[in-house]
């Protein structure tokens, strides 16, 4: 795999700084584009042909993948299967209603246990020494979604993770028509799911057909995508949570937005501008910002509406307990 054309150093560029006192303190590099309503590129800094792993942006392409199967998801349900949560108790109970949908329980669930990233609710089970399950872990919904699929198309529902299990062939083929491509190769991703390898722009164009995807299409994927998109919007606080910065995206300016580990971030208008950024070190910090100043690069977002949504996005750096600098983007 040596030959595959990975994101690097070389051809990334600087796509945000982070300011102390007016000191640059860290410079974040990496590579961003945005596709237009055409899937034509509008804007691009550094290498977006470049392969990356998309990590949990890839959620949304499998929940449209499953939800174009016989399985029924909607509402909060949809967003729950595209959700890296934080296990608060809201979370955990729709992942319950998708198993129990399924008729099975959390020992069906192949993702590692884990304890909840909600502190209230970490705390109270370490007071009732009550030790990690998987469905605290964050790709747990996910992993429920796709149980239920497997119970609604008679698959099997043991090795549900394996590359060759129907329901993980069935989310590599829609996956393959979203991006127009053959993937590469397979990884396992960090809940033990497989995750496919695809350039930036790929990513934003498959992003792109999701979100402008008619409910009325003939095409099952497509009507799956346009239920998917309108769940993501209407319960933003089920795919992330508060103050996350996917969250506050949907939230405020009514975008289709998903956070992937590894400085993966994507960020849609229901119009079809759709914006991909790798950030090279992994760092998630400035992720989300970066998405939404190329969305205004190219058009699709007015520099007042990202304005409007900068006191919301976490980017204040601090010196004694007071706001001392901040996360710009460099471009």
């Given at each position: 795999m040596t030959d595959l054309h990975t994101a690097s150093a070389s051809r990334s560029v600087e796509l945000a700084v982070v300011t102390r006192n007016g000191f640059i303190e860290s410079r974040h590099i990496g590579s961003v584009v945005v596709v237009g309503p055409d899937g034509e590129v509008t804007f691009a800094l550094g290498d977006p042909d470049?392969?990356?792993?998309?990590?949990?942006?890839?959620?949304?392409?499998?929940?449209?993948?499953?939800?174009?199967?016989?399985?029924?998801?909607?509402g909060a349900l949809a967003a729950i299967a595209t959700s890296s949560h934080s296990g608060s108790e809201k979370h955990v109970l729709l992942v319950r209603?998708?198993?129990?949908?399924?008729?099975?329980?959390?020992?069906a669930l192949e993702c590692p246990r884990d304890m909840p990233a909600d502190r209230a609710l970490r705390t109270i089970m370490i007071k009732?020494?009550?030790?990690?399950?998987?469905?605290?872990?964050?790709?747990?919904?996910?992993?429920?979604?796709?149980?239920?699929?497997?119970?609604?198309?008679?698959?099997?529902?043991?090795?549900?993770?394996?590359?060759?299990?129907?329901v993980q062939q069935?989310?590599?083929?829609?996956?393959?028509?979203?991006?127009?491509?053959?993937?590469?190769?397979?990884?396992?991703?960090?809940?033990?799911?497989?995750?496919?390898p695809m350039s930036l722009t790929q990513l934003a164009r498959g992003?792109?057909?999701?979100?402008?995807?008619?409910?009325?299409?003939?095409?099952?994927?497509?009507r799956a995508g346009a239920e998917l998109s309108d769940a993501m919007v209407a319960y933003p606080d089920v795919v992330g949570a508060a103050g996350e910065p996917d969250t506050v995206?949907?939230?405020?300016?009514?975008?289709?937005?998903?956070?992937?580990?590894e400085g993966i971030f994507i960020a849609a208008t229901r119009s079809?501008?759709?914006?991909a950024v790798k950030v090279l070190d992994g760092n998630l910090r400035a992720a989300g910002l970066i998405a939404a100043t190329a969305l205004v690069r190219a058009g699709a977002l007015t520099q007042a509406q990202l304005d409007s949504v900068i006191p919301e996005l976490d980017l204040d750096?601090?010196?004694?307990?007071?706001?001392?600098?901040?996360?710009?983007?460099?471009f």
């Open positions: 470049a392969l990356i792993l998309p990590r949990s942006a890839m959620k949304p392409f499998i929940a449209t993948a499953l939800m174009s199967t016989e399985v029924t998801l909607g209603q998708l198993l129990e949908a399924a008729g099975l329980t959390e020992a009732r020494d009550i030790g990690p399950s998987p469905q605290f872990h964050c790709c747990s919904g996910k992993h429920a979604a796709m149980l239920l699929a497997c119970r609604a198309n008679d698959w099997p529902v043991e090795g549900y993770l394996s590359p060759e299990h129907p069935r989310i590599r083929e829609v996956i393959e028509r979203l991006i127009g491509t053959k993937v590469a190769f397979t990884a396992v991703d960090g809940c033990g799911a497989p995750v496919y992003m792109r057909q999701i979100v402008t995807a008619s409910a009325d299409s003939p095409f099952a994927m497509f995206l949907m939230q405020r300016l009514g975008l289709v937005a998903k956070t992937g580990y079809g501008y759709s914006a750096i601090r010196g004694g307990g007071e706001v001392v600098g901040s996360i710009q983007t460099a």
